[in-house]
């Protein structure tokens, strides 16, 4: 048998091509250890140390092509995912790229999704609309529109619109308020083929995301106490298994090290300075294993 029939073949992985999502992933990737693009024009890059080729797709198409089969893994919008209607499920949250889709028209028409029956919604992801409304047992006519939708009432096209809502600013100025409950939380994800078993080093690419999601969330705090609040101190610092205590050369000292959640870091080091701790150092995380 010749070596090259021995070879593993790459993790095939498919990106963002363009966009807040790409830049997103990228970072990430980076972060993960993974060689990057440097052009944004470059289509395909291969990572032969880590044994993965990337792929960079049309948001839009990154589930298609991973649910038929021709890409091993990808990552993209739980929103695209869910609108493309692909035979591929999510298995990780990512952290970013979050959006929220809401539905709106003019004040006063509608004030809960029972009011959308019979009404014309226009809306950029036809699937999460159509599959939300049958969800509820609706009825309403749904027209995919490509680009800004928030006109389309205003040309009479449609009598309510559904979109990604921030602040809802760029709807009061065309004239619409949301009203309902969330359509859907949306946000980056990794994503397999539905029904098919993971591909030969998958778990290698996941772990080394979730080190990225620990690391961004966690910090590693240090911190000096006497070992008289020491028990008390180690019910606010517990860390991910059990923190790391060592004795000091001062007498009845000792030194805590644990990595704690970044949100809330700071008034963590307050409890911690008002039981006596000093010395209190927070340092940032650049990749873990748990």
């Known amino acids: 048998m010749s070596n090259s029939t021995l070879e593993t073949r790459p993790l095939r992985i498919a990106l963002p091509n363009k966009g807040a999502l790409s830049q997103s992933a990228t970072d990430m990737l980076r972060e993960a250890g993974y060689r990057q693009r440097n052009d944004a024009k470059e289509l395909t890059l291969t990572d032969p140390e880590n044994g993965v080729e990337f792929f960079y797709l049309r948001p839009r198409d990154i589930a298609l092509y991973v649910g038929e089969g021709q890409l091993d893994v990808g990552i993209t919008g739980r929103d695209l995912l869910l609108d493309s209607g692909a035979k591929a499920d999510e298995v990780l949250a990512l952290g970013f790229g979050r959006s929220r889709f809401r539905f709106a028209a003019p004040p006063g028409t509608c004030d809960s999704v029972e009011d959308l029956e019979g009404r014309r919604i226009a809306t950029s992801y036809a699937g999460v609309v159509s599959n939300y409304l049958k969800a509820k047992g609706v009825q309403a006519s749904v027209t995919r529109l490509d680009g800004a939708v928030e006109t389309s009432v205003q ?112 008034r963590l080091m307050d409890d911690l300075y008002d039981l006596g701790a000093r010395g209190i150092l927070l340092t940032d995380i650049h990749a873990c294993r748990l």
């Open 155 to 266: 040309l009479g096209v449609a009598d309510v619109i559904a979109d990604v809502v921030e602040t809802g600013s760029t709807l009061r100025q065309a004239g619409l308020a949301v009203f309902g409950e969330v359509i859907l939380e949306s946000e980056a994800v990794l994503i397999t083929r539905a029904d098919a078993p993971d591909p030969e080093g998958f778990e290698v690419f996941k772990r080394r995301l979730d080190g990225v999601l620990v690391a961004r969330g966690y910090l590693m705090m240090d911190y000096d106490i006497p070992t008289s609040a020491v028990e008390a101190a180690i019910a606010l610092t517990p860390g991910i298994e059990s923190p790391t205590v060592s004795p000091l050369h001062r007498a009845e000292w000792v030194a805590v090290r644990s990595m704690v959640p970044r949100a809330g870091a700071q």
